[in-house]
């Protein structure tokens, strides 16, 4: 009888990603304890954003150790999610991943610097500054939703649409408490650019989950 082949998600290189990410966020807890402290409570209480959104902003380890544990644990999320959703066979392949990884990282390194861009522009360069870190500080913190999903679907309820929908659920709510926080805190400077903001948000920010959805 001729074997079936089979897809199994715990390749080798499937391990590796969550653990390599894991290796991020303990340089992010070791380097910023108290930091880290505050920012793992980020949904519950807005100290961290209180605290930090007024001094380094976004270029400082701490933000990149946590971007880099988002990108790794978002490329693998939507990788899996993609196979279980889809209905897709990569067969293991770390191609798509990388894909996915590639695309992810183009697409937040552009739509920084062409948020950083349209502040020197408009001359709102503090505004905008503190609007990517409340922003990014949210989707980075969602980071853990999806390293915790990848661990599941890889290794104990593998194949599981729950776990999927869950994730993605949290995800939303997270990033959705950020952009509420965002549009409270500066409910003027949007309301003196609402038709840029408008535009912001279809292009930047919608635009992108529609698109990730329709390939899920």
């Known amino acids: 009888m001729e074997a079936i082949p089979r897809t199994i998600y715990t390749a080798d290189w499937i391990t590796i990603v969550p653990f390599a ?5 303990v ?4 380097f910023f304890y108290a ?7 980020l949904p519950f209480n807005n100290k961290y954003i209180f605290i930090y959104s007024k ?3 976004l270029f400082n380890w701490f933000n990149v150790f946590f971007t880099i ?3 790794l644990n978002c490329s693998l999320f939507i990788y899996l999610a993609f196979n279980i959703l889809g209905g897709s066979d990569t ?3 770390p191609k798509m991943f990388f894909m996915i990884a590639g695309s992810l990282i183009l697409f937040l390194v ?13 001359n709102t360069n503090r505004v905008i500054t503190e609007f990517i870190f409340k922003k990014l500080s949210y989707f980075n913190y969602s980071g853990l939703v999806m390293f915790l999903a990848n661990v599941l679907l890889a290794y104990v309820l593998k194949e599981s649409t729950t776990v999927v929908y869950i994730a993605l659920g949290l995800i939303l709510f997270i990033n959705g408490m950020g952009l509420a926080l965002l549009i409270r805190n500066h409910q003027n400077f949007i309301t003196a650019n609402f038709f840029y903001f408008i535009l912001y948000l279809c292009a930047l ?4 989950l529609v698109i990730i959805g329709s390939f899920i």
């Open 110 to 122: 552009a739509k920084i610097f062409f948020q950083l861009g349209n502040g020197f522009v408009f």
């Open 55 to 57: 001094k380094d902003m």
């Open 21 to 25: 990410s894991v290796f991020f966020l």
């Open 27 to 30: 340089l992010a807890k070791s």
């Open 91 to 93: 067969g293991n392949s």
């Open 205 to 208: 920010e919608i635009a992108p």
């Open 35 to 41: 930091r880290f402290l505050n920012y793992i409570i």
């Open 69 to 71: 544990f988002q990108l």
